[in-house]
């Protein structure tokens, strides 16, 4: 089975040849090396895929949005408003890092240039991305990605300055109704363009609860993310949401609003019932889970202990489909070697159906 079949299967809650495996961000240049793949050319999607497919990840994503829009020494502020630098870690690997926003008021966003939906680059860093994964007979999966409405809206601004703008109705609105208008004309964008999934950056909160009131998620957030996942079910397109933190209070919610799958139910978070395999009891028809093996474990943990939760993850997640594997959140620098093979080994052993895993 081919990655886009093994990928669809699985999204569709049934079973493919294997579980398929992702990474939303992959910034570690000792395993690339120890791989075989030179750091300098896996920033671009040849060299990326290239590593990707001798890991055995499926899913491999382009990037349509996030886009710089003014540059200077060390970095760029993107066309969300966001303040990003490059930084470097021991190994040399380079990490683009969020340093504040660029808005200090509701009238400095005003003078800023909204994002185009149609801006031709999107759609060519798309089809980029797919003409790669032709030319590796689709061993990957390569499906766009694009920052949403909540994450970019307050990190244009900074958590301070858009907390005060939260208590302005009509400014507040205002902004994710741009935000929200955009996401939903790319989406359909690259639906029309035979895009089969699509993954919206959006993170709703941080380790000890969201980023605002529940209530205004329901008022602001939720009404687009469903105009977005409607669009897209109706090209025959499928959504998945990459969103940190504990969103217990929000989750039936995001099933509601159709979202197909979900990334990376963080393992992590301050609240012990944000646990991936009670929410897989309760919504594990209705959403496909993807990740939640946590980064802090792939640093510090024992070989043991990180077989034993992979182990755990695709025993109990994967029969039947609907379980991608995957960390709780990304593969940074300080991830060893020996433990992302743990984590990688077990899944290459054990992740074959049907599963059959001894508890």
């Known amino acids: 089975m081919k990655a886009p079949e093994r990928v669809l299967t699985t999204i569709e809650h049934k079973e493919p040849d294997r579980v398929p495996a992702f990474e939303s961000a992959f910034t570690n ?12 050319t896996s920033g671009g999607y040849k060299g990326a895929y290239a590593f990707f497919e001798k890991v055995g990840i499926d899913l491999v994503l382009s990037y349509v949005s996030l886009f710089p829009r003014k540059m200077f020494r060390g970095g760029f502020i993107d066309e969300y408003g966001r303040i990003m630098k490059y930084e470097y870690a021991d190994d040399k690997t380079m990490i683009m890092a969020y340093h504040g926003g660029h808005f200090n008021s509701f009238e400095d966003y005003e003078s800023w240039e909204l994002p185009d939906p149609n801006l031709r680059a999107r759609i060519m860093q798309f089809k980029s991305g797919r003409k790669i994964q032709n030319e590796m007979d689709d061993t990957v999966f390569s499906i766009p ?60 909160g941080f380790k000890n609860g969201l980023f605002m009131r529940p209530s205004l998620y329901r008022k602001y957030i ?11 079910h109706k090209q025959d397109c499928k959504i998945i949401l990459h969103s940190d933190g504990d ?29 991936i395999f009670e929410l897989n009891k309760k919504y594990g028809d209705k959403i496909t889970f993807i990740g939640n093996l946590s980064p802090i474990m792939l640093v510090m943990g024992e070989i043991s202990e990180i077989e034993d939760y992979a182990k755990k993850l695709i025993r109990e997640l994967a029969p039947g489909g609907g379980y991608i594997f995957s960390s709780g959140h990304s593969i940074n620098p300080a991830v060893t070697i020996d433990r992302f093979e743990a984590m990688h080994n077990i899944k290459r052993k054990y992740g074959k159906y049907p599963i059959n895993i001894p508890s």
Not at 29 to 40: E, F, K
Not at 222 to 232: E, G, M, S, T
Not at 250 to 267: H, K, L, R, T
């Open 247 to 275: 969103l217990m209070e929000i989750f039936s919610d995001i099933v509601n609003c159709g979202v197909d799958a979900i990334n990376p139910v963080e393992s992590t978070t301050a609240n012990k019932d944000y646990d």
């Open 145 to 204: 990605s694009t920052g949403a409405l909540m994450e970019c809206a307050w990190e244009g601004f900074g958590i301070e300055t858009f907390s005060r703008i939260l208590g302005n109705e009509k400014q507040i609105k205002r902004i994710f109704d741009d935000r929200g208008s955009f996401t939903l004309e790319l989406v359909k964008i690259l639906a029309e363009n035979d895009a089969q999934m699509v993954l919206l950056w959006d993170d709703y």
């Open 29 to 40: 240049n000792t395993i690339i090396r120890h791989y075989g793949i030179d750091p300098r």
């Open 222 to 232: 939720f009404p687009w993310i469903k105009k977005i996942c409607d669009a897209a």
